[in-house]
């Protein structure tokens, strides 16, 4: 069977933890807070409204992407670019390139972020392949001007930092609305887990400091796993109404 992403790449193993998940969304969530296009996804409403089931809803489609055979991972990119067509259709307006470029390079940041504060570090050809997968993601969604290879990914990556992100009225709303879902326990959490894994940029425009409280935590939580009891910690903490989803996305 031909799948979308080879059953021994990285890009499955990234994807098949919960926790790295967690932080990859954690690092999202901060820097779609401050892009320019952001206001695209207030448009629909559901991103202030339910940003914890938006959270989901996209890693629904990423994880059908990276574990699904060929076909239904080439399906499930269509049905993205079809919703993203119904927006702008919805709209009046098309989507800047851009933009769409923006996701599909947080995708591959984060990948490598999250999975180096909760792992180790990755090495040029792991972080290649994890470019590569996301690459073909974006090809397949005809989105125009992306980066051929890593390198110049890297450099592009940067480019986008520097240009297309703000902070605005829309990233002070959406911060209150991540605050008001996630209570004042798991708001905090959530800072200090971007604290971690976000770019210098995203840091400064935010405000989020450099004190890493969570870096001696981290280090007991790994070795929770030792004694087979780190989800039960991590699990007593996420939010009632998630949990279950969160536990379901440990392994695939």
Do not use: C
Not at 4 to 31: H, N, P, T, Y
């Amino acid at each position: 069977m031909k799948y979308f992403v080879s059953e021994d790449s990285i890009v499955r193993k990234i994807w098949g933890q919960a926790d790295a998940i967690l932080f990859i969304f954690a690092g999202a969530s901060a820097e779609f807070a401050l892009n320019k296009a952001v206001d695209w996804l207030y448009f629909t409403g559901r991103l202030p409204t339910d940003p914890l089931g938006r959270l989901f809803s996209t890693v629904g489609y990423a994880r059908q992407i990276v574990f699904s055979e060929y076909d239904a991972a080439i399906h499930a990119i269509d049905k993205i670019t079809a919703i993203h067509q119904g927006v702008e259709k919805e709209r009046g307006a098309k989507i800047p390139d851009w933009a769409y470029r923006d996701v599909l390079f947080m995708l591959v940041d984060y990948s490598i972020r999250s999975f180096e504060v909760l792992e180790r570090k990755l090495t040029e050809d792991e972080k290649g392949e994890i470019f590569e997968v996301f690459h073909q993601v974006g090809a397949r969604m005809d989105i125009s001007g992306l980066p051929q290879h890593y390198e110049q990914w890297r450099i592009m990556r940067e480019e986008h930092l520097k240009e297309n992100l703000l902070k605005s009225d829309f990233t002070l709303d959406l911060y209150k609305q991540y605050k008001k879902h996630l209570g004042p326990v798991r708001y905090r959490l959530l800072l200090q887990v971007q604290v971690l894994v976000v770019p210098e940029r995203v840091n400064a425009l935010l405000s989020l400091g450099n004190f890493r409280v969570l870096d001696p935590v981290l280090s007991l939580y790994k070795l929770t796993r030792f004694f087979g009891i780190e989800k039960v910690i991590r699990n007593s903490i996420l939010p009632r109404d998630y949990k279950k989803q969160v536990i379901d996305l440990d392994g695939m």
